[in-house]
């Protein structure tokens, strides 16, 4: 058994050192010379830190899965029963029906490829510390930025993890020896979100508020611990942190005019994102990620092939959509019964003498103002706030030529979802929307006809967490489970 353990953590050790990481990080003993080498200066730090933001970027593109995590549950998409046959359990229509994922095990069911994020990072900590001030170009501030970047990385990490499979297997240092490894329970959710908010809070302690929208800064460490707080339903504390970002951050809304330039890459909006553009250095951009949305004529792509929009589901939500200014920006390629998101839809024909070669030259935003707007809007809304719960959603209407809110008007948490629902359309987030604010919301007044399919002994047994391959993951180690409502669906 220990065998068969370690040699599944020396796999993830593989998948850590490929590509742009291969040449700084080898965990392999006869390589601790090398080791001791490499960690010697901040800009070998540097590039550690540049390959844990390319291991994070690989991770959610892989098969797309960040968005199939985060949007192919909800309603928002519609996709071809033949071309997308092994897809079709996942959707909403067919109940989120996570457990059969043909050719898809890889990518939805093993998370792997996050841990190894997770074990750069340990190995930046732990060595960064070590290495004097002195060998830093920018000293000390240079080396507490790198750090905390790193614990950045490690929290935000685990909580990505954590909204999806639920309990982690919790590790809180590199692996020293891949082959001796005691095999490790899966920790509780609450010992996850414990260690995910420490590290936010430590490398919100250590970054500077630059506002490097590619590398995090404070703004994006007191962010993601907003999306923490609020994800355990801590809103007081959730509601501090929003305020942090809202009033100390320096963001502002994108006007509306320019809503687009949200997804081109560092806006006025933009907290957090993953470099994907294309520049002729170190391109980071291709056709077959955001490209999953787009079809003729915008690019030359069947429209079978793609995830259309559910225009039975947006354009009842959009049902002012001659006022929302946010629509044309949203959704093309419009028929009655078709339309494509086009947030991602900067198509760069870079080279001259491949006339038909392109590249999506946009970036993934994972944090930015309006979420955080929203998201202190149900703080707000449910600390007793209403009126400031109203102000927030009212902000965001207003960007989008709406009218506001009164009071008075009907109001509720239901108003700040469906607001969501219309702000991040698409963005690999209203998946996590449905389940803090509807499947597992305190609020007894939420309608239960929202939560459809999932009874109550399914979000008991937290079936809207995926379950994992155990035939791949240590499948003769007794320590690690499976999920509990997917042992027996």
Same mark, same amino acid.
């Given at each position: 058994? #220990?065998?068969?353990?370690?040699?599944?953590?020396?796999?993830?050790?593989?998948?850590?050192?490929?590509?742009?990481?291969?040449?700084?990080?080898?965990?392999?003993?006869? &390589?601790?010379?090398?080791?001791?080498?490499?960690?010697?200066?901040?800009?070998?730090?540097?590039?550690?830190?540049?390959?844990?933001?390319?291991?994070?970027?690989?991770?959610?593109?892989?098969?797309?899965?960040?968005?199939?995590?985060?949007?192919?549950?909800?309603?928002?998409?519609?996709?071809?029963?033949?071309?997308?046959?092994?897809?079709?359990?996942?959707?909403?229509?067919?109940?989120?029906?996570?457990?059969?994922?043909?050719?898809?095990?890889?990518?939805?069911?093993?998370?792997?490829?996050?841990?190894?994020?997770?074990?750069?990072?340990?190995?930046?900590?732990?060595?960064?510390?070590?290495?004097?001030?002195? +060998?830093?170009?920018?000293?000390?501030?240079?080396?507490?930025?790198?750090?905390?970047?790193?614990?950045?990385?490690?929290?935000?990490?685990?909580?990505?993890?954590?909204?999806?499979?639920?309990?982690?297997?919790?590790? +809180?240092?590199?692996?020293?020896?891949?082959?001796?490894?005691?095999?490790?329970?899966?920790?509780?959710?609450?010992?996850?979100?414990?260690?995910?908010?420490?590290?936010?809070?430590?490398?919100?302690?250590?970054?500077?508020?630059?506002?490097?929208?590619?590398?995090?800064?404070?703004?994006?460490?007191?962010?993601?611990?907003?999306?923490?707080?609020?994800?355990?339903?801590?809103?007081?504390?959730?509601?501090?942190?929003?305020?942090?970002?809202?009033?100390?951050?320096?963001?502002?809304?994108?006007?509306?005019?320019?809503?687009?330039?949200?997804?081109?890459?560092?806006?006025?909006?933009?907290?957090?994102?993953?470099?994907?553009?294309?520049?002729?250095?170190?391109?980071?951009?291709?056709?077959?990620?955001?490209?999953?949305?787009?079809?003729?004529?915008?690019?030359?792509?069947?429209?079978?092939?793609?995830?259309?929009?559910?225009?039975?589901?947006?354009?009842?939500?959009?049902?002012?959509?001659?006022?929302? #200014?946010?629509?044309?920006?949203?959704?093309?390629?419009?028929?009655?019964?078709?339309?494509?998101?086009?947030?991602?839809?900067?198509?760069?024909?870079? &080279?001259?003498?491949?006339?038909?070669?392109?590249?999506?030259?946009?970036?993934?935003?994972?944090?930015?103002?309006?979420?955080?707007?929203?998201?202190?809007?149900?703080?707000?809304?449910?600390?007793?706030?209403?009126?400031?719960?109203?102000?927030?959603?009212?902000?965001?209407?207003?960007?989008?030529?709406?009218?506001?809110?009164?009071?008075?008007?009907?109001?509720?948490?239901?108003?700040?979802?469906?607001? *969501?629902? #219309?702000?991040?359309?698409?963005?690999?987030?209203?998946?996590?929307?449905?389940?803090?604010?509807?499947?597992?919301?305190?609020?007894?007044?939420?309608?239960?006809?929202?939560? &459809?399919?999932?009874?109550?002994? *399914?979000?008991?047994?937290?079936?809207?967490?995926?379950?994992?391959?155990? *035939?791949?993951?240590?499948?003769?180690?007794?320590?690690?489970?499976?999920?509990?409502?997917?042992?027996?669906?």
């Amino acid at each position: 058994m #220990k065998l068969k353990y370690s040699m599944w953590i020396y796999g993830l050790v593989l998948l850590m050192t490929a590509g742009s990481c291969k040449k700084y990080i080898n965990l392999t003993p006869e &390589d601790a010379t090398y080791d001791q080498v490499f960690w010697t200066s901040g800009a070998n730090v540097d590039k550690a830190v540049s390959g844990a933001y390319g291991l994070l970027r690989s991770a959610l593109k892989d098969t797309r899965s960040h968005f199939i995590f985060g949007d192919l549950p909800t309603r928002e998409f519609t996709l071809d029963a033949g071309y997308f046959w092994n897809y079709q359990d996942l959707t909403y229509d067919h109940s989120n029906h996570y457990s059969y994922v043909p050719y898809l095990e890889g990518a939805l069911l093993d998370w792997t490829r996050f841990y190894g994020i997770i074990n750069q990072c340990h190995l930046i900590v732990e060595n960064a510390t070590k290495i004097p001030d002195s +060998k830093y170009d920018g000293g000390r501030e240079e080396k507490d930025r790198l750090i905390g970047e790193g614990h950045f990385l490690r929290g935000y990490t685990y909580f990505y993890m954590t909204r999806i499979w639920g309990d982690p297997v919790l590790t +809180k240092e590199s692996l020293k020896d891949p082959l001796h490894i005691e095999p490790i329970a899966r920790s509780t959710e609450k010992e996850a979100l414990d260690y995910c908010i420490e590290e936010l809070k430590t490398a919100a302690s250590l970054l500077p508020a630059d506002m490097n929208k590619v590398r995090a800064d404070k703004g994006a460490a007191w962010a993601a611990l907003a999306e923490v707080y609020a994800w355990r339903h801590d809103y007081t504390t959730a509601k501090k942190y929003c305020d942090s970002v809202i009033d100390q951050g320096g963001y502002s809304l994108e006007p509306v005019s320019t809503y687009e330039n949200i997804w081109k890459g560092d806006s006025q909006e933009s907290i957090f994102e993953l470099f994907m553009k294309y520049d002729q250095a170190s391109n980071e951009a291709s056709a077959d990620f955001f490209n999953i949305f787009l079809y003729q004529p915008i690019v030359n792509r069947s429209m079978t092939t793609a995830w259309r929009v559910n225009t039975d589901y947006a354009w009842n939500l959009f049902q002012d959509s001659l006022v929302d #200014k946010r629509f044309d920006k949203i959704f093309g390629n419009r028929t009655t019964s078709n339309a494509a998101l086009i947030k991602y839809a900067s198509i760069n024909y870079y &080279d001259a003498n491949r006339p038909t070669v392109y590249v999506v030259d946009n970036n993934l935003v994972l944090l930015r103002l309006a979420d955080i707007i929203l998201l202190r809007a149900e703080a707000r809304y449910y600390t007793g706030d209403d009126a400031g719960a109203r102000a927030d959603v009212n902000a965001i209407r207003t960007r989008a030529g709406l009218d506001p809110i009164l009071p008075g008007d009907p109001f509720d948490a239901v108003t700040i979802y469906e607001e *969501r629902e #219309k702000e991040l359309y698409g963005e690999g987030s209203l998946a996590y929307d449905f389940i803090r604010m509807i499947l597992t919301n305190p609020d007894s007044n939420i309608d239960p006809s929202l939560k &459809d399919f999932y009874t109550p002994e *399914r979000i008991a047994k937290k079936g809207y967490y995926w379950p994992l391959n155990m *035939r791949v993951l240590l499948p003769q180690n007794s320590l690690l489970t499976q999920n509990e409502w997917w042992k027996n669906h």
